[in-house]
């Protein structure tokens, strides 16, 4: 059925290269972003307007749709 398929953006999705060329990095990177966004010292809702905030001093209209 329709709801067993994938959406057709995710089907014909390419890996990433960065985890493809270099996992070390990326386990090494995900650790730290597990870090910053995980856990209780800065509440969730300030690193998200902190995100918020980055995007716009950027102009990065993607990251704020």
Same mark, same amino acid.
């Given at each position: 059925?329709? #709801?067993d398929q994938p =959406?057709?953006?995710a089907a014909s999705a390419s890996p990433d290269p960065l985890s493809t060329n270099? =996992?070390?990095f990326?386990? #090494?990177f995900d650790a730290l972003y597990d870090q910053a966004w995980?856990?209780?010292a800065? =509440?969730?809702k300030?690193?998200?307007l902190a995100g918020v905030a980055m995007s716009i001093?950027?102009?990065c209209e993607p990251c704020l749709a």
């Open positions: 059925s329709a #709801t =959406p057709a953006s270099d =996992p070390e990326m386990a #090494t995980g856990g209780d800065i =509440p969730a300030y690193k998200e001093v950027g102009c």
